[in-house]
Nanobody
Framework: QVQLVESGGGLVQLGGSLRLSCAVSGKTIQFYTMGWYRRPPGSQRIMVADIRNNGETNYADFVKGRFTISRDNAKNTVFLQMDNLRPEDTDVYYC????????WGQGTQVTVSS
């Protein structure tokens, strides 16, 4: 059974930083593109950033230059460094395999106050 456990969220002020982690068990991440997502209220999940197995990254326009996705295949973990946070970044953040998503985890809440 594949489990994705997100952590690292919290409450920060405008301009602050957070580092999210996604620990995966039950399946290797080594060969797969992994992504971070958010789900605005009343909307479907949207991609925030993804990272290919070769390390190539892709970002949504609204986070470019502020967020950095990375991976540690040995630890089967994906990270999202979030800098210069804004109130509009407030949401629950999830990670998953991009092409064939597994069951979604609980996510981690990010709240940015102004």
């Amino acid at each position: 059974q594949v489990q994705l456990v997100e952590s690292g969220g919290g409450l920060v002020q405008l301009g602050g930083s957070l580092r999210l982690s996604c620990a995966v068990s039950g399946k290797t991440i080594q060969f797969y593109t992994m992504g971070w997502y958010r789900r605005p209220p009343g909307s479907q999940r949207i991609m925030v950033a993804d990272i290919r197995n070769n390390g190539e990254t892709n970002y949504a326009d609204f986070v470019k230059g502020r967020f950095t996705i990375s991976r540690d295949n040995a630890k089967n973990t994906v990270f999202l460094q979030m800098d210069n946070l804004r109130p509009e970044d407030t949401d629950v953040y999830y990670c998953n395999y991009k092409s064939s998503p597994e069951s979604w985890g609980q996510g981690t809440q990010v709240t940015v106050s102004s």
